[in-house]
């Protein structure tokens, strides 16, 4: 289906408004995500000296590095490194709710309008998975390390997944996920400074 096949679908649901100030709203929207994306890409590396803060801090930067949209930044090495020096477990919960947290701004986008996105064979073929079982897709997306999740967020805004529907979601994948890195960090320390005597 074609970017103007999904508009045009979108539109006949009702899903896609049309006044001016809501047109306003999400064109605000799609800068202001744009905007966070430059912004946090600019302090990356300032980024990381949060960690310092303990599990806030770890909250803080797993929000940043999953607020950009399609810009590294180091939210999975800093939980992989920070599940060793504090309780993995804590770390993965605060690691995970701040992710997901982080995710909404693909979401925003999403709501705001798909943009230059919406013409990529990978944004069509994740399109129809999250119209047809969005849970499940956003579940398995964010459980598994990948570089598109942003799309599927995208996805999740532009067909109106209620917010608090992508957010839980989004949170029970990203802290699945999470936990794995940081109880591999864990274990990874243990194994390194038992064998290394």
Not at 21 to 38: E, P, T, Y
Not at 51 to 56: E, H, I, K, R
Not at 155 to 164: E, K, N, Q, T, Y
């Amino acid at each position: 289906m074609s970017s103007k096949g999904l508009e045009t679908s979108a539109a006949s649901s009702g899903r896609m408004p049309s006044s001016g100030w809501q047109r306003a709203i999400r064109i605000f929207l799609v800068l202001g995500v744009v905007a966070l994306s430059g912004y946090v890409f600019a302090i990356r590396d300032q980024a990381a000296r949060l960690a310092a803060y303990g599990y806030p801090g770890i909250f803080l930067i797993s929000v940043l590095a999953n607020a950009t949209l399609f810009l590294p930044a180091p939210g999975i090495a800093i939980v992989f490194a920070m599940g060793s020096v504090f309780n993995p477990a804590l770390v993965g919960l605060v690691a995970g709710a701040g992710a997901a947290i982080g995710e909404m701004s693909g979401y925003a986008a999403g709501v705001g309008g798909q943009g230059a996105v919406a013409g990529t064979s990978l944004y069509h073929r994740i399109f129809p998975l999250m119209e047809r079982y969005g849970a499940v897709t956003t579940l398995v997306l964010a459980a598994v390390p990948n570089p598109f999740f942003d799309l599927a967020g995208m996805a999740a805004g532009a067909l109106r997944m209620p917010a608090w529907k992508f957010l839980l979601w989004c949170f029970l994948g990203k802290t699945l996920k999470m936990l794995i890195f940081a109880y591999t960090g864990a274990y990874s320390v243990d194994w390194l400074v038992n064998n290394l005597k």
